[in-house]
């Protein structure tokens, strides 16, 4: 009874600790001045000059040394951008790790952290996740229906090139 009592103490204290999203983010320093309810000029100016850089086209990408994703929900104008310590380039893959989302709609800071994200960014506003969907500008890209067409002529030949029709 009393190792079931602590177990239930530990798990209560680590989820509140979790839900609060604690210090332990990756630019938390930074985290700490925001408000909800903020501007995305009043928070970056709150956070100050972010740690990474980006070059040509890469800009876009980048705000105030911030990485930054722009979507367009439901009508609703969506900015994510990513708090780190670390130095770093814009190319880099975003890693919950060295990076803690802050989600603004419309210019407005709703929340921030990676369980808000989950929660409140994929989950209610449907915004994909960025671990998935990371540098697709240098993937090339490759329609569902071109991939089926060559695996079905792949499959029809046993993978040996199509021979020319002799019945004609």
Do not use: H
């Amino acid at each position: 009874m009393k190792a079931a009592f602590v177990r239930l103490s530990l798990v209560a204290s680590l989820t509140a600790i979790a839900a609060c999203g604690g210090s332990d983010e990756p630019g938390s320093a930074r985290l700490s001045n925001l408000k909800e309810g903020m501007t995305l000029t009043q928070a970056l100016d709150a956070m100050g000059k972010g740690p990474l850089t980006a070059t040509y086209s890469d800009t876009m990408r980048l705000l105030n040394g911030y990485r930054r994703m722009r979507y367009l929900m439901n009508g609703a104008d969506f900015n994510v951008v990513y708090s780190r310590d670390l130095p770093g380039d814009v190319k880099e893959p975003v890693l919950q790790a060295k990076e803690t989302p802050i989600v603004f709609r419309n210019d407005t800071l709703l929340g921030w952290g990676w369980r808000y994200f989950v929660d409140e960014g994929m989950g209610k506003f449907q915004l994909p996740t960025p671990l998935r969907a990371v540098d697709t500008m240098t993937t090339p890209l490759v329609s569902d229906s071109a991939k089926k067409l060559d695996s079905a002529a792949a499959a029809a030949t046993n993978g040996a090139p199509a021979k020319p029709d002799s019945t004609k």
